[in-house]
Nanobody, 123 residues
Framework: QVQLVESGGGLVQPGGSLRLSCAAS????????MNWYRQAPGKQRELVAT????????DYADSVKGRFTASRDNTKNTMSLQLNSLEPEDTADYYC????????????????WGQGTQVTVSS
């Protein structure tokens, strides 16, 4: 089994910064990619950032380009998301998602989700 655990959310003033982390653990065989999604109250879940594990390539939603930066540490199976120049519109629950294959099913990856971490941007 695989677990994703997010950390780093909190309350920050507009213009401030936060760093979110997502740690994957369990019987991991291969990580294909990790994503950060967010969901604001009354809105649909939105894909914010993606990082591929092997190629270390990143992609971002237009709304966060230039402000958010994704990175990964493949020795620790961890993905981080640096959130800079935060705006009230960034307030949401942020979720980590990853496609991972396990030692039991090395050729059949599944999608896993973390429990979410709350980010509130307010003065």
């Amino acid at each position: 089994q695989v677990q994703l655990v997010e950390s780093g959310g909190g309350l920050v003033q507009p213009g401030g910064s936060l760093r979110l982390s997502c740690a994957a653990s369990g019987s991991i065989f291969n990580i294909y990619y990790m994503n950060w999604y967010r969901q604001a109250p009354g809105k649909q879940r939105e894909l914010v950032a993606t990082i591929t594990w092997r190629g270390n390539t990143t992609d971002y939603a237009d709304s966060v380009k230039g402000r958010f930066t994704a990175s990964r540490d493949n020795t620790k199976n961890t993905m981080s998301l640096q959130l800079n120049s935060l705006e009230p519109e960034d307030t949401a629950d942020y979720y980590c998602n990853a496609r991972i294959s396990t030692l039991v099913r090395p050729t059949r990856p599944l999608d896993y989700w973390g429990q979410g971490t709350q980010v509130t941007v307010s003065s």
